[in-house]
């Protein structure tokens, strides 16, 4: 069992120092990251213990696993010393907090709220369109098709579940990310899955309000299903590697990990796919070919940090999200 360690404190930041923060500070046998961030946010008289930024003399790598036991960080306990910095300043209005990357200050709001917000917005418009049709499409009184329906059905199932999959399923590594994201990240989500993809699909005389092709209907349609069950297949493995408010990174295999480093955008496009081959709507297409070049960076990010982080113990990939293409 480790014993209690006195741990030596330094600022990271000598130009912005932690004015109040201790030269040291005592730790229980067994403590962990998040034990420290409140230790020194108690003695320093930080409010908010997330302010506290850590990282390791050596490689000023951030320690981003909240409950890993500073014991076993052999860079902070061979050094017995560690990097302190914060990530905000306070105020009595309100925090300003710098996001991980300390590119952008501003006032923080949680990741689910902002993923909660942004997933919600398609769901909306869609619906508005649809009731709005009379008043902003010349023969917008006109029913619409099956094939609109069913287009309909399918975008508004996978925001609800990804609504659901936010809510209950995903575990975020950091807990805020600047307010700014939320209308960034909203804009996107928006205009172009919602009102731009709405507008254009229930136009009366949009391909899916004159398609007679139900074969093809079924076609997208059982490709869409079969996308969105193996993409929420890997969110629910994905959300067993790491433990009950953790941070910590497993390397993840089977559920298409042997093929790419993501298989979840694997088959989020699969599911789009199918979309697109029942809507016939060009700005269904758009937006998720958008989407797709943004996962796409994502995945190539995730490869990276995989092979920086397990060394030779991870498979390296060759293809990132879809097989023998990317």
Not at 62 to 91: F, M, N, W
């Amino acid at each position: 069992m480790a014993a209690a360690t006195t741990l030596k404190l330094t600022n990271r930041s000598p130009k912005q120092p932690i004015k109040r923060l201790p030269a040291s500070v005592e730790l229980p046998a067994g403590a962990t990251v998040e034990d420290v961030k409140k230790a020194i946010a108690k003695q320093a008289g930080i409010g908010d213990f997330n302010r506290i930024g850590l990282s390791d003399t050596t490689t000023k790598k951030t320690l981003k696993d909240r409950r890993a036991l500073v014991a076993d960080i052999p860079a902070v306990a061979d050094a017995g010393e560690i990097l302190v910095k914060d990530l905000g300043t306070h105020s009595p209005e309100l925090s300003y907090l710098y996001c991980e990357t300390n590119r952008r200050i501003g006032p923080q709001i949680a990741w689910r709220t902002v993923f909660l917000i942004e997933y919600f917005g398609p769901i909306p418009i869609h619906a508005a369109v649809i009731a709005a049709r009379p008043y902003i499409f010349p023969g917008g009184d006109a029913p619409l098709s099956n094939t609109q329906w069913l287009s309909f059905a399918l975008i508004v199932g996978h925001f609800l579940k990804r609504e659901f999959e936010t809510a209950f399923i995903h575990k975020f590594s950091a807990s805020t990310m600047p307010v700014f994201n939320v209308f960034k990240n909203s804009f996107f989500y928006w205009a172009s899955f919602g009102l731009l993809s709405a507008l254009s699909l229930y136009w009366p005389r949009s391909l899916a309000a004159t398609a007679r092709e139900p074969a093809i209907d079924a076609v997208g349609t059982a490709l869409c299903l079969f996308g969105e069950t193996g993409n929420a297949l890997v969110h629910y493995y994905l959300s067993t590697l790491r433990s009950a408010g953790g941070t910590e990174r497993k390397i993840p295999a089977g559920y298409g990990f042997g093929l790419v480093t993501c298989p979840n955008y694997m088959y989020e496009v699969l599911a789009w796919v199918g979309i697109i081959i029942v809507s016939r709507d060009w700005a269904v297409a758009l937006s998720i070919a958008i989407g797709g070049a943004q996962m796409y960076i994502w995945a190539k990010g995730k490869e990276k940090a995989y092979r920086q982080e397990f060394g030779d113990k991870y498979k390296k990939k060759r293809f990132v999200m879809l097989p023998g293409l990317c």
